[in-house]
């Protein structure tokens, strides 16, 4: 059974959140959506806070990192900050480099989202106003957190009354040791037999790699720093990870496990692709919990969506929301200890 309480409300709207059962213990606040803490078990049954986050929810407004977020109208990037749609060009924020990012200025990650408590979990929703950061259409939004023994689910669905663009993912940073170490000593597996290829601004381009042989096969576990500073192109033209996995399977694409801690945590999606970004510019950013600053590679974001910019790559691009259309996504994170 699953307990959802509101912990704290402030004049402002933003209001934090509680979900508890016996496994798990998670935080979050209808601002973005942000999951603020997650609180999983280890080998000894200990529980610890898994995910990175902020000391001070405000300072997500300050900080590039969308730490727990739920980002969009279009998760990653586009490329040049503009597509063309139905024959009309539209002009989106330049907010990284020369291309669009996680929505533009004032993504979802920064709307105070209405919200309902339901059995199990919290419903989140908001809209988005016609050419609101260059998008078209009203889009509405409704991110559903549920929590059914140890696992987490969120759910999403959207609608637009224009043909319009739609890509959401959650941007959460995880580190199953608790934040005792980095990441590098996590194992990571992916079921995926390519990736997307990225630029030097990290914007796909459309080129797709064969993992075999290369530092990004995951087929297998391997620890993340095991290759992460291998000479390879496309490890240094994003300082690291930052490249979307093409999964393959209806499920349990995924899986990162901590050796010391037991933890491991399996990801499951609807969605095609899995941005794994290894915290590779999180130095110098707003300071976390406990009021230090995060470094590089204190966790590693798992960002299930459609493939980046694939307005600009796909033939017919998964990323095109029609009007009457219904965007529908699942993506599960199961939290189990190895009692090894």
Known sequence: MTAVNVIEERENGITFFEMKNDELQIRVTNLGCHILSIFAKDRDGKQEDVVLGFEEIEDCKEDGTYMGAIVGRVAN??????????????????????????????????????????????????????????????????????????????????????????????????????????????YLKINADKIACVDENCCTTGEFMDVKDTPFDFHDYHKIGERINDDCEQLKLASGYDHSFMVKGDENQLSLYDEKSGRKLTVSTTLPAVQIYTGNFL??????????????????????????DSIHIEKEPKVILRKGEIYKATTKYIFQVDEQ
């Open 77 to 186: 990037r586009i490329k040049g900050a503009s597509f063309e749609l139905n024959g009309k060009t539209y002009k989106l924020a330049v907010n990284n480099g020369p291309n669009h990012l996680h929505g533009g200025e004032i993504g979802f990650d920064q709307k105070i989202f209405c919200y309902e408590i339901i059995e199990n979990g919290i419903l989140f929703s908001c809209i988005s106003p016609d050419m609101e950061e260059g998008y078209p259409g009203t889009l509405e939004l409704k991110v559903k957190y549920l929590l059914t023994g140890n696992n987490l689910t969120m759910e999403y669905e959207a609608w637009s009354d224009e043909d319009t663009l739609c890509n959401i993912t959650n941007h959460s940073y995880f580190n199953l040791s608790a934040g005792k170490e980095k990441i590098y000593d996590h």
């Open 283 to 308: 130095d110098e950013g707003c300071n976390g919990k406990q009021g230090k600053p995060y470094e590089n590679r204190d966790g590693v974001a798992i960002e299930p969506q459609f493939l980046p």
